[in-house]
């Protein structure tokens, strides 16, 4: 396996897409199966309304992405925002993921709440994939690509 040279990250907006969906879930990196006991127990503890972006909203996050990774001096390889979750394909940059990602959902958030928003926007945490050659870049590419 080479060196890393970009990967894919993924985030959900806030209770559309809970530990134990029957579309499965990504929990430290695996996938697992629907579990519905779960899946009703974390709805239980949601703490506020679900969140879905509209339209207006999904190109609000997604322009404050753009500049977020413009200041990071990140290429981003494409950028899907859906009503109910984001996902960037971009190259490495010298900067861990995690900061990435919080100043992407940091940006996005702010821009949204600029623009009157109100309330928690995303889920914790985010999956990410890597990718270590070319190939696997435009694999992560033409996934993307299909959501939008």
């Given at each position: 396996?080479?060196?890393?040279?970009?990967?894919?990250?993924?985030?959900?907006?806030?209770?559309?897409?809970?530990?134990?969906?029957?579309?499965?879930?990504?929990?430290?990196?695996?996938?697992?199966?629907?579990?519905?006991?779960?899946?009703?127990?974390?709805?239980?503890?949601?703490?506020?309304?679900?969140?879905?972006?509209?339209?207006?909203?999904?190109?609000?996050?997604?322009?404050?992405?753009?500049?977020?990774?413009?200041?990071?001096?990140?290429?981003?390889?494409?950028?899907?925002?859906?009503?109910?979750?984001v996902h960037v394909v971009a190259r490495c940059i010298d900067e861990p993921i995690e900061v990435v990602v919080a100043r992407y959902?940091?940006?996005?958030?702010?821009?949204?709440?600029?623009?009157?928003?109100?309330?928690?926007?995303?889920?914790?945490?985010?999956?990410?994939?890597?990718?270590?050659?070319?190939?696997?870049?435009?694999?992560?590419?033409?996934?993307?690509?299909?959501?939008?």
């Amino acid at each position: 396996m080479g060196k890393m040279i970009g990967y894919m990250l993924t985030w959900t907006t806030y209770g559309t897409w809970l530990q134990g969906d029957g579309r499965g879930y990504v929990k430290d990196g695996e996938t697992f199966g629907g579990n519905e006991r779960l899946r009703e127990a974390n709805r239980e503890r949601q703490k506020g309304a679900t969140k879905r972006l509209s339209e207006w909203n999904k190109e609000i996050v997604r322009q404050a992405i753009f500049s977020e990774a413009k200041k990071l001096g990140q290429t981003l390889q494409t950028v899907v925002v859906c009503s109910n979750h984001v996902h960037v394909v971009a190259r490495c940059i010298d900067e861990p993921i995690e900061v990435v990602v919080a100043r992407y959902k940091k940006a996005a958030t702010q821009a949204l709440k600029k623009r009157g928003y109100d309330g928690k926007v995303w889920t914790r945490g985010y999956d990410k994939r890597f990718c270590f050659d070319e190939e696997a870049l435009r694999e992560r590419i033409e996934y993307v690509r299909r959501h939008d």
